[in-house]
């Protein structure tokens, strides 16, 4: 299995936004919850927010909702993030995961595999 591919990250001024693509492979990709998720420097890599395979559901992080939007297109097989009103607390390596279980929506860490390389978002104050 192909792993995703990660794109979009950069260095952004606070308030700045960003729009972060997930480009899967397989035809499968339209069966699965896919997540992003995120690791800052010495922390532990932590849930940022996810999407059920028909996009009918998703869900944030109390610490980016309301700024960033997950959105999905399963005709290209690409998951996207926009993150608006950036801090610098929003610094970090972002990944996309897809969920272990196809039609089955969860949010936590370790039910999510299949990682890409990451891309790196950095906010400054």
């Known amino acids: 299995q192909v792993q995703p591919v990660e794109s979009g990250g950069g260095l952004v001024q606070a308030g700045g936004s960003l729009r972060l693509s997930c480009a899967a492979s397989?035809?499968?990709?339209?069966?699965?919850?896919m997540g992003w998720f995120r690791q800052a420097p010495g922390k532990e890599r932590e849930f940022v927010a996810a999407?059920?395979?028909?996009?009918?559901?998703?869900h944030y992080a109390d610490s980016v909702k309301g700024r960033f939007t997950i959105s999905r297109d399963n005709a290209k097989s690409t998951m996207y993030l926009q993150m608006n009103s950036l801090k610098p607390e929003d610094t970090a390596v972002y990944y996309c995961?897809?969920?272990?279980?196809?039609?089955?929506?969860?949010?936590?860490?370790?039910?999510?595999?299949?990682w890409g390389q990451g891309t790196q978002v950095t906010v400054s104050s």
């Open positions: 999407i059920s395979w028909s996009d009918a559901r998703t």
């Open positions: 397989g035809r499968t990709f339209s069966t699965y919850t």
């Open positions: 995961g897809r969920h272990r279980l196809s039609w089955y929506f969860s949010v936590e860490l370790k039910d999510f595999g299949s």
